[in-house]
């Protein structure tokens, strides 16, 4: 929703201010057609060029994020938070039986309970590979960490490529903008004879070019870029927080403990309350009993 809010009042900013100011939308409606050919088409073309078909796919799909906003909610990490604490304390009470849960998540009764981390791979997969990891005696606190680490930073890089795709291309548009001006005052030159009336129409036409790619560039394209970095950066924190607990369950800290370590490591808007979170578990204990 605040992104739809956010581009009405780009629009309306913008074009009533030009309009308050005695400005006719005429001649920018005429030419926009064809300027927004030449400039939409050729930054359109520019980003397939740039970028393979999975880029393409990828960048397409993450549009979306400007107006649905992170993945992860502050009840996600409340479960994720009580997921860990299943698994880890199965885990410290019977190694063997934790693993038919690491080995086949999809059928485990513990990731069943919280179908939205199950349906994210990467999230199922830290978990699962790290737990296995440890199950094989590859339990260095430090080397794990650093495993898991070179693990998210590419991740988070692979997922950064949408927000680097959009960026380049709004960096692209005042120039293809200028190209389009350019093209325009050609056209201009070309019929240099005609009355002033006419030849000042066409210049405008020439310059709603410009407008058009510096508009589109830091209005909408350059706005959009940034959006899907700050939601991909904020999603990434989930998967920071399953790193956080498992090291420190690999630290041989007590359960509650790495969980609070997990707690203390979600972003404040999203960390559920030491109340809340403490109901949860004893909710959790009961079931088990």
């Known amino acids: 929703m605040i992104g739809i809010i956010g581009i009405l009042v780009i629009f309306l900013m913008v074009f009533g201010g030009y309009l308050a100011a005695g400005g006719k939308l005429g001649i920018i409606l005429k030419s926009l057609p064809f300027e927004m050919m030449m400039i939409g088409g050729a930054a359109t073309g520019a980003f397939l060029l740039s970028n393979d078909m999975s880029s393409v796919k990828h960048t397409i799909k993450d549009l979306g994020k400007v107006f649905k906003g992170p993945k992860w909610k502050q009840e996600d990490y409340r479960n994720l938070l009580c997921l860990l604490f299943e698994i880890l304390r199965l885990a410290k009470q019977n190694p063997v039986a934790v693993e038919e849960h690491i080995e086949n998540p999809s ?14 791979t990467e999230a199922v997969a830290l978990i699962s590979d790290t ?46 903008g200028i190209v389009a001006a350019v093209l325009g005052v050609i ?32 209005g909408l394209v350059g706005p959009f870029a940034a959006k899907v970095k700050a939601v991909v950066e904020e999603d990434a924190h989930f998967y920071q927080l399953i790193r956080e607990v498992l090291v420190a369950n690999l630290h041989n800290h007590a359960t509650n403990i790495c ?7 979600t972003p404040s808007h999203c960390r559920p309350s030491f109340v809340d979170l403490e109901d949860a578990l004893k909710a959790l204990k009961q079931d088990a009993a």
């Open 107 to 120: 059928e485990s009764s513990i990731f069943q309970k919280y179908p939205k981390i199950l349906s994210d």
């Open 131 to 176: 737990m296995r990891s440890a199950s094989m005696n590859y339990d260095d606190p430090h080397q794990v960490e650093e495993v898991l680490e070179k693990r998210m930073d590419a991740s988070l890089h692979h997922a950064m490529h949408s927000s680097h795709a959009l960026q380049t291309v709004a960096d692209g548009l005042p120039a293809l």
């Open 187 to 218: 056209k201009t030159m070309a019929s240099i004879d005609q009355p002033p009336e006419i030849l000042g129409k066409m210049i405008g036409g020439a310059l709603v070019g410009t407008f058009l790619g510096v508009f589109l560039a830091y």
């Open 259 to 265: 969980i609070e370590v997990g707690r203390q490591n």
